[in-house]
């Protein structure tokens, strides 16, 4: 499961780095970590993917609006204090990487997380989880 997924209006391709957000969110996942010290996010199952939208309305339509949106999915379990750690964290990481856009377009931006409670399969097969777990 991607652990966070963006999704944007295209005419912010132009103006911004877009694998260079993901790299410092996904950078900034790795550095989270709960009350007991134990990394949130395992190296080898961060994910982070962007999307533009194929097709978007923003607001009034009367200017060249923009949006971001970042969903944050996240196992249960972990404690309210990990879950706002977790969305402060990427949503000042985002603000950062993204200062400069803001101040020169109308854009807004809204980061959730979601914990994948309830959930009724998990099925997983990776490579990478044991090359992180030595």
């Known amino acids: 499961m991607p652990h966070l997924v963006i999704l944007y ?5 132009a103006e911004t780095d877009m694998t260079a957000l993901c790299r410092a969110l996904a950078d900034t ?16 199952g961060t994910r982070v993917l962007a999307y533009p939208a194929a097709h978007c309305a923003v607001a009034d339509g009367k200017g060249d609006y923009a949006f971001i949106y970042l969903n944050v999915r996240m196992a249960s379990g ?5 879950k706002r750690q977790v969305g402060d964290s990427l949503l000042d990481c985002a603000k950062t990487q993204l200062a400069p856009l803001f101040e020169r377009r109308l854009i807004g931006m809204t980061l959730q997380v979601d914990e994948s409670a309830g959930q009724v399969y998990d099925g997983k097969h990776s490579t990478l989880h044991p090359l992180f777990n030595k």
Not at 9 to 13: A, K, Q, R, V
Not at 29 to 44: C, H, K, N, S, Y
């Open 9 to 13: 209006t295209p005419n912010l391709d």
């Open 78 to 82: 972990r404690s309210d204090a990990v």
């Open 29 to 44: 996942m790795l550095t989270i970590r709960d009350e007991a010290g134990t990394q949130v996010f395992p190296t080898g």
